[in-house]
């Protein structure tokens, strides 16, 4: 069974360019999360989609992120404009139940903001 | 948010050492507790969820202090394959992430 991908593994962009990353959550898991871990600090929770609904939103840090899920399979997160503390690694998380031990994690979108 | 700290090492071990990490969260009314494991550059895995009883898996224990808000993870008879970043997460509703403790075993 094909686990969690995400797309690109790496992105170096300008300040104030756009980039989307996407998460494709593991085939039948309702349940998707992205978190990002920027350097020298933890990870962060950003948001959980249940299917294509916003089930929890509370970690996204400001209005330059937007995370669609659109149809419930794959999802994006948009960065526009990135600043340079946006660089990091953004992972994105599958689970078909709502339990962190279910989760599985993606390899990671390292995202660099020069 | 409240916090969850770890020493973040790095503990620097012989092989087949015994090694003991802890890890405090600050939220009282936390109610799920989770070791993970990282390589370098790697996605997090699950290592073993914490248990109010401890719980063991192989060479690895865990257990759970709610007096004191601790978690801690022994691992007995370090292996070379152990050395990784754990991390600590608690989960109030919301995953709560420890910045993570490195481990290198040498032979």
């Known amino acids: 069974e094909a686990g969690v991908t995400q797309f690109p593994s790496h992105s170096v962009i300008e300040k104030g360019q756009t980039v989307t990353l996407r998460c494709d959550p593991i085939?039948?898991?309702?349940?998707l999360y992205w978190y990002r871990r920027v350097m020298g600090k933890e990870i962060k929770f950003l948001l959980h989609f249940v299917k294509e609904s916003k089930q929890d939103e509370s970690g996204m840090p400001n209005n330059r992120f937007l995370a669609e899920r659109t149809g419930g399979t794959y999802s994006t997160l948009k960065v526009q404009p990135a600043e340079l503390e946006d660089s990091g690694v953004y992972f994105c998380?599958?689970?078909?139940?709502?339990?962190?031990?279910?989760?599985?994690f993606g390899p990671g979108t390292r995202l660099t903001v020069t | 948010r409240k916090e969850v700290e770890q020493d973040p090492g790095p503990f620097n071990v012989p092989e087949g050492a015994t090694v003991a990490f802890n890890c405090t969260y600050s939220?009282?009314?936390?109610?799920?507790f989770f070791w993970y494991r990282q390589d370098c550059r790697k996605e997090p895995k699950l290592l073993m969820s914490v248990y109010s009883s401890g719980n063991e898996d192989g060479r690895f224990t865990a257990q759970l202090n709610r007096a004191s808000q601790y978690i801690s993870l022994l691992i007995r008879d370090s292996k070379l394959s152990d050395s990784a970043t754990y991390l600590c997460?608690?989960?109030?509703?919301?995953?709560?992430f420890g910045r993570g403790t490195s481990l290198i075993v040498h032979p």
């Open positions: 939220n009282s009314a936390s109610q799920s």
């Open positions: 085939s039948g898991h309702d349940n």
């Open positions: 997460v608690v989960n109030d509703g919301v995953p709560t």
């Open positions: 998380a599958s689970s078909q139940g709502v339990q962190m031990y279910e989760q599985y």
